[in-house]
């Protein structure tokens, strides 16, 4: 039985930081589901269904989807345990593109203007107030889904710093793979 590799060990940290990060973005979406089908009732539209989730959500879940399916992937490989391992340059442009994807998920929300439905960043959360709902309901006790919106967005904030800490993740990945490629170049020379 081999040992586990220092890199494995990072892509079974990613896919796990990634997990987490899948359960709070699902956390999110179910928040706001609930905000948007009671708040619908209680308005009067019936299953009115529509709400324009913002875009670097959207972003930030496809890439959370990709990266941990990739660690998953990643992670059973046993490759990175022998000394002559080389990964290939398509491997290594792949993990950094993977970086890039992921920094740039955590970077969109704290931007400002980078998402279409808020004035400043999204995580001003200016979206919580849809169809002035937070307003017109603002009874938790009556209406104890009126704070759905804002369970959403406090999810989102944890969500952006899980975020952060995958892309620190993928990062080392990048890191870790340069290395491993300059040592078994080294390696293969002797």
Known sequence: MKSIHTIQLLHIWNATIGL???????????????????GASAAGFGSF??????????????TTVSSVLYSIILASDLSPNYKAWLPSKILRSTIFIFTAAVLLAALLPVLPGADVM???SAMDCLWTNYMQWKV??????AFPWVTG???????????????WILSLGWLAESVFYVRSARSAKSFLKE
Not at 136 to 141: D, Q, R, Y
Request: charged residues 10%; contains cysteine; aromatic residues 16%.
């Open 49 to 62: 269904a529509t709400f324009a989730y913002p875009a670097t959500y959207v972003y930030m879940l496809i």
């Open 118 to 120: 808020a004035d400043g």
């Open 20 to 38: 987490v990060l899948f359960g709070l973005l699902v956390g999110v979406s179910t928040a706001i589901r609930s905000f948007i089908d009671n």
């Open 149 to 163: 919106m804002d369970k959403a967005c406090t999810m989102f904030r944890v969500s952006e710093v899980f975020c």
């Open 136 to 141: 017109i309901f603002n009874n938790p006790v």
